[in-house]
């Protein structure tokens, strides 16, 4: 009141008021009107109060519901990639003979394993993408691709269950076609999830047809008027199968939708491979195609744009790789003394995986159980190297390496961090404590010791 006699000026204020159980909340109005007398204006906004109050709560709901998935999503993703990286590793490093030659019917039940492992890991994959895919946190790593060499890698992945079913694989890929600049991981994993569809789909002496052609297509007036034009490639999946339904075709490149979701159901999934398709491709500046008739067969495309400009010898490519795996089985070459590795891991399985693997490339080994023993380990045995787990007990990886890098006779020690945690922020919390590279369990461990002898070779 005063205020307003004083400024003359309206003056807004809200009260609270209990009424028995009920709380009723009030806007009220003071404007002066002259000769020291004001205008009292009263208006029930309790209405308006608890809309806020409901708004303000579903939102703190809504950010614990996200955080909690982000949480799961992390915790799962460790606690099925920590014995997958023991899985394969293990098979990997007994394929290779390391612990010992095996005859051709234990090489294919290793090989059985392998790809049942790896299946494993791409359901995992496919749940972590299409979370980050939602969250915009996906990033490509695009690099020059042969496509001929893309659709051979995808195809070698579902030969073995065609063989099963009878059903005949045919290829159309037309010659001289140009390289893609792609994340050649994801769209074989868009690729192999069309022929793994087509494959489960498909009943037994059906057919596969795997086709590659250009596609020019004019995306606007304004290009034709030009003659300009974007330059695609088109590969085509088609196959003899059971067909779609007109009406469920929208239902395909839905996120854990399944047109047959019935405990009885014939066809297993999870209901993500063609939603991740779709978003892999688009996320390219390409796109998805289906046409289906039931009972009859589909037919799924997808359109790549390429670079005309773009070109790229698959012979160097070839060559380039040759010299890298010849170079992993030299740890010593340059040195006088065989390297020093330090492995900090607490799990068992994977303790014997990578010191198994990596003592039979002849490296010497030491190992820490936790963070602590890490840092002791590593003042006493100087080791010219450290793979560093993460998710460790007493003291995690990420502290141990950040007080690594305060001692000084152990801060140019190259520091590999091996963690089954694989979302995006991981990666970069890593660098930030100071490890010089980051690998997402589970690790192929030719890849780990190239990496190892990359640095080791610096």
Do not use: W
Request: charged share 20%; hydrophobic share 40%; glycine share 6%.
């Amino acid at each position: 009141l005063q205020q307003a006699l004083m400024t003359q000026t309206v003056q807004i204020y809200e009260q609270q008021i209990e009424v028995g159980d009920q709380c009723r909340y009030e806007e009220i109005r003071v404007a002066p009107c002259g000769n020291d007398e004001v205008v009292f204006f009263i208006r029930d906004i309790s209405d308006r109060k608890q809309a806020e109050a409901k708004l303000q709560l579903t939102n703190q709901e809504l950010a614990r519901a996200t955080r909690l998935k982000d949480e799961f999503l992390a915790n799962m993703s460790h606690e099925l990639r920590t014995p997958l990286n023991a899985i394969l590793g293990m098979t990997e490093g007994l394929q290779e003979q390391v612990f010992g030659k095996i005859s051709d019917r234990q090489l294919k039940a290793l090989q059985a394993i392998e790809s049942s492992g790896s299946h494993l890991l791409e359901l995992i994959n496919d749940i972590l993408d299409l979370s980050k895919i939602a969250a915009g946190q996906i990033e490509l790593d695009c690099a020059i691709t042969s496509i001929n060499h893309l659709c051979q890698s995808s195809l070698t992945f579902i030969r073995q269950q065609a063989m099963q079913k009878s059903i005949q694989i045919h290829t159309k890929i037309q010659m001289n076609l140009p390289d893609l600049l792609v994340d050649e991981r994801r769209i074989r994993q868009a690729l192999i999830n069309l022929l793994s569809n087509a494959v489960k789909f498909t009943p037994a002496g059906g057919t596969i047809t795997l086709e590659v052609s250009r596609l020019q297509l004019i995306t606007s007036f304004q290009e034709k008027a030009n003659q300009e034009a974007k330059e695609y490639l088109q590969i085509t999946v088609i196959d003899t199968g059971i067909g779609i339904a007109a009406e469920n075709i929208q239902k395909l490149f839905k996120p854990f939708v399944q047109i047959d979701s019935a405990l009885n159901r014939q066809y297993e999934g999870t209901g993500l491979g063609l939603a991740l398709v779709k978003q892999m491709v688009e996320l390219h500046g390409g796109k998805v195609g289906l046409t289906s008739e039931l009972g009859i067969g589909s037919r799924f495309t997808i359109e790549l744009p390429y670079a005309t400009d773009v070109v790229f010898s698959p012979e160097r490519r070839d060559s380039d790789q040759t010299t890298t795996s010849s170079q992993l089985d030299s740890p010593t070459r340059g040195k006088l003394q065989v390297p020093l590795i330090l492995i900090a891991e607490d799990n068992e399985a994977n303790i014997m995986t990578i010191s198994s693997y990596l003592s039979a490339k002849g490296y010497r080994i030491v190992l820490a159980k936790n963070g602590e023993e890490a840092i002791s380990i590593a003042l006493s045995a100087k080791p010219d190297l450290i793979l560093m787990d993460v998710q460790m007990p007493l003291m995690d990886g990420l502290e141990a390496t950040r007080r690594i890098r305060q001692i000084t006779s152990l801060v140019n020690v190259p520091i590999i961090a091996l963690t089954a945690l694989a979302m995006a922020s991981d990666h970069d919390l890593c660098l930030a404590a100071g490890a010089n590279e980051y690998i997402a369990k589970p690790v192929k461990l030719k890849q780990l010791a190239d990496t190892i002898h990359q640095f080791l070779a610096t």
